[in-house]
């Protein structure tokens, strides 16, 4: 019903910055909380940072002032500025929206995914 697209991932060095995008389109009715989550193999995804429609925010402890998330409400596009990246960023990272539904029926979604290598 509602489709995640993640862009934005690749190689970088340490210390260096990427901006993730996520575009959320289909069978929308509000998405309410948008965040992203991170996931290396063998691991279970960690949230990294969330965002509600109002604009409050919450953060992994480990990227406080490195990662800012934002987002676009007109657009349904999320974004996740990441400066001073580390080698321990690296991991698959996944956008996550809920849509709270007509009758309040809060649906995750999740994308695909898109790899965020930090490596000299």
């Known amino acids: 019903q509602v489709q995640l697209v993640e862009s934005g991932g690749g190689l970088v060095q340490p210390g260096g910055s990427l901006r993730l995008s996520c575009a959320a389109s289909?069978?929308?009715?509000?998405?309410?909380?948008m965040g992203w989550y991170r996931q290396a193999p063998g691991k279970q995804r960690d949230m990294v940072a969330t965002?509600?429609?109002?604009?409050?925010?919450n953060y992994k402890d480990s990227v406080k002032g490195r990662f800012t998330i934002s987002r676009d409400n007109s657009k349904n596009t999320m974004y996740l500025q990441m400066n001073s990246l580390k080698p321990e960023d690296t991991a698959l990272y996944y956008c996550?929206?809920?849509?709270?539904?007509?009758?309040?029926?809060?649906?995750?979604?999740w994308g695909q995914g898109t790899q965020v290598t930090v490596s000299s």
């Open positions: 965002i509600t429609s109002g604009g409050k925010t």
């Open positions: 289909g069978n929308i009715f509000s998405i309410n909380t």
């Open positions: 996550n929206a809920v849509d709270i539904g007509r009758y309040y029926t809060p649906t995750n979604y």
